[in-house]
């Protein structure tokens, strides 16, 4: 069954510093990757996605996201991580079961980060 | 562009009581989900609607959920009765549906936050 894991609830970092954000997925075929960002008492906000070509994908805010089909990765990154960056980030993987334009999207648990001044 | 847009905020009820939540999609997304989010969990999808058909609603607790888009725009679900578990933020999310096409991105709402006690 496909999944999507987030090894870490928490990430701290300090202003400045270069941000990562880790997830690793498990599905059959070729995944559709995304991540998401929620910020207190919001919904989720779209960042990025991946579905074909470029293994580096920038998004909203700065982020990027590296694709590694190797290592069934696809790791969040931001060069200079800023205190409004603080919130809970979400990897998503598409459900490969349907083709096409539809499919479910299976999240994983979130990680925190918090980023000091 | 107008977002998700969801209501009530915040409910609060009692066990065995009923509760019902309504969403308003983007304008034009055929597409709409409504998700249920665990504190502590990434969001779980209940249920799908295509226009104003059940796509998959596989994850549904059919015994006292229920959701309906009768006009294939704005959506309500339904719990009845309610369970102390059931509490949670229910998302509602809407994408545009490009056919064939694998570039679907979900856009959320801001949630209902429901607690029962």
């Known amino acids: 069954a496909q999944s999507v894991a987030q090894p870490e609830d928490q990430v701290n970092v300090a202003e400045g510093n270069p941000l990562t954000v880790k997830c690793t997925y498990s599905v059959s075929g070729n995944p559709y990757l995304f991540w998401y960002v929620q910020y207190p008492n919001r919904g989720l906000q779209f960042l990025l996605k991946y579905i074909t070509g470029d293994n580096l994908v920038k998004g909203s805010y700065g982020f990027e996201a590296e694709f590694n089909k190797s290592q069934t990765s696809f790791h969040l990154k931001k060069p200079s991580a800023l205190v409004s960056d603080s919130a809970l980030y979400f990897c998503a993987v598409r459900d490969p079961r349907y083709g096409g334009s539809q499919g479910n999207l299976i999240f994983g648990k979130g990680t925190k980060l918090s980023v000091k001044p | 562009e107008a977002g998700v847009a969801q209501s009530p905020r915040y409910k609060i009820i009692e066990k065995r009581q009923s509760v019902a939540f309504w969403c308003n999609p983007i304008?034009?997304?055929?597409?709409l989900y409504w998700y249920q989010q665990i504190l502590g969990q990434g969001p779980k999808l209940l249920i799908q609607f295509q226009n104003n058909g059940v796509v998959d609603d596989s994850q549904l607790p059919k015994d006292r959920f229920s959701a309906e888009r009768l006009k294939g725009v704005d959506s309500t679900l339904k719990i009845q009765p309610a369970k102390l578990e059931d509490s949670a933020v229910y998302l509602c999310?809407?994408?545009?549906?490009?056919?064939?096409?694998?570039?679907?991105?979900?856009?959320f709402g801001p949630g209902t936050r429901l607690l029962v006690l």
């Open positions: 999310a809407s994408s545009l549906l490009i056919g064939g096409g694998p570039q679907e991105t979900q856009y």
């Open positions: 304008s034009g997304h055929a597409t």
